[in-house]
């Protein structure tokens, strides 16, 4: 029987190296099998504390943007102030001028009797405007004020944030080719809301509502429409505010009004009247005063 051939060389076993290897993976697949049901216990058992701040934070972030709002808002309001304040003295110059022109010799004045009536009227008007002007400069500074004190009661937790409002229509619904243009009423003040890109704000006063050039112009661009409608959202404190803007629509305009109730101090979402939502184009910059204007009585020169 032939002998087995002697092997030249020791044979190497792989056997020890691959126990070790295999032990090496079955700990491995333990140890992620054990931070798997770790990680899911801790999942499912989050402490409420800590799901209520990270609610908070998120609620954190929206209140700052509204209160970047706010600052544009301020921002704007005493743009307005330094408008006001330079009409102002736009019209007292033309008083000035006026009285010069009334003041001229009692013969003049006898020979020009009509001319000098339509000067006297044209005074008191200008003498009008310039106190309504002033009430409305006066007006803007409270409204500004009441401003930063709403931008300083606004920094507050976030818990406390109010939410939205969400404005829905009311009754029946409407015709398709019905314009809807919205006004805000509260606080003792009138909000036109984005009738020409973007919101104005006026005091509710009877001579303001009366007097302001932005808030007539909106009124007569709407009454050019039969089919518009003035949606008057009216605040807890919005009561007389609407009054006194409804009022004036309706009687010295002939323009449809309604009235819609809101309830706390949320910010208005008009989202879903976004189809009937009318526009009109921005107000005309106001026309500096010139006592040479054709409508302007100048005295005859003396003989």
Same mark, same amino acid.
């Given at each position: 029987?032939?002998?087995?051939?002697?092997?030249?060389?020791?044979?190497?076993?792989?056997?020890?190296?691959?126990?070790?290897?295999?032990?090496?993976?079955?700990?491995?697949?333990?140890?992620?099998?054990?931070?798997?049901?770790?990680?899911?216990?801790?999942?499912?058992?989050?402490?409420?504390?800590?799901?209520?701040?990270?609610?908070?934070?998120?609620? %954190?972030?929206? #209140? @700052? *943007?509204?209160? /970047?709002?706010?600052?544009?808002?301020? +921002?704007?309001?005493? !743009?307005? $102030?330094?408008?006001?304040?330079?009409?102002?003295?736009?019209?007292?110059?033309?008083?000035?001028?006026?009285?010069?022109?009334?003041?001229?010799?009692?013969?003049?004045?006898?020979?020009?009797?009509?001319?000098?009536?339509?000067?006297?009227?044209?005074?008191?008007? %200008?003498?009008? #405007? @310039? *106190?309504?002007? /002033?009430?409305?400069?006066?007006?803007? +500074?409270?409204?500004? !004020?009441? $401003?930063?004190?709403?931008?300083?009661?606004?920094?507050?937790?976030?818990?406390?944030?109010?939410?939205?409002?969400?404005?829905?229509?009311?009754?029946?619904?409407?015709?398709?080719?019905?314009?809807?243009?919205?006004?805000?009423?509260?606080?003792?003040?009138?909000?036109?809301?984005?009738?020409?890109?973007?919101?104005?704000?006026?005091?509710?006063?009877?001579?303001?509502?009366? !007097?302001?050039?932005?808030?007539?112009?909106?009124?007569?661009?709407?009454?050019?429409?039969?089919?518009?409608?003035?949606?008057?959202?009216?605040?807890?404190?919005?009561?007389?505010?609407?009054?006194?803007?409804?009022?004036?629509?309706?009687?010295?305009?002939?323009?449809?009004?309604?009235?819609?109730?809101?309830?706390?101090?949320?910010?208005?979402?008009?989202?879903?009247?976004?189809?009937?939502?009318?526009?009109?184009?921005?107000?005309?910059?106001?026309?500096?005063?010139?006592?040479?204007?054709?409508?302007?009585?100048?005295?005859?020169?003396?003989?």
């Amino acid at each position: 029987m032939a002998k087995r051939r002697e092997s030249e060389g020791g044979e190497v076993s792989l056997f020890p190296f691959l126990s070790i290897l295999a032990c090496l993976i079955g700990a491995l697949v333990f140890m992620i099998v054990v931070l798997v049901m770790a990680q899911m216990n801790k999942a499912k058992g989050r402490d409420p504390e800590e799901i209520r701040r990270s609610q908070d934070y998120i609620k %954190l972030r929206k #209140e @700052i *943007e509204e209160r /970047k709002e706010l600052d544009v808002i301020l +921002k704007e309001k005493l !743009a307005a $102030l330094e408008e006001l304040q330079k009409q102002v003295n736009e019209k007292q110059q033309q008083f000035i001028k006026l009285r010069k022109l009334l003041n001229t010799s009692k013969d003049i004045q006898e020979a020009n009797l009509k001319i000098s009536q339509q000067m006297q009227k044209e005074l008191d008007d %200008l003498l009008t #405007e @310039i *106190e309504g002007l /002033k009430f409305q400069q006066a007006e803007s +500074k409270k409204a500004i !004020a009441e $401003l930063m004190a709403e931008i300083k009661k606004r920094h507050v937790p976030e818990d406390k944030k109010i939410p939205p409002v969400v404005v829905q229509p009311s009754g029946s619904g409407m015709a398709e080719d019905t314009k809807v243009y919205f006004v805000e009423a509260g606080g003792g003040a009138l909000k036109v809301l984005g009738a020409w890109g973007e919101e104005y704000r006026l005091s509710a006063t009877p001579e303001v509502v009366v !007097a302001d050039a932005k808030f007539n112009y909106f009124l007569a661009e709407i009454a050019k429409n039969p089919k518009s409608l003035i949606l008057f959202l009216v605040r807890d404190d919005g009561a007389g505010a609407f009054n006194n803007g409804a009022g004036r629509a309706e009687s010295d305009y002939n323009i449809r009004v309604g009235k819609l109730p809101i309830p706390g101090r949320g910010v208005l979402d008009l989202a879903l009247f976004e189809k009937f939502r009318g526009t009109i184009p921005p107000p005309p910059p106001p026309a500096p005063a010139d006592p040479a204007a054709p409508g302007a009585a100048t005295p005859p020169p003396a003989k």
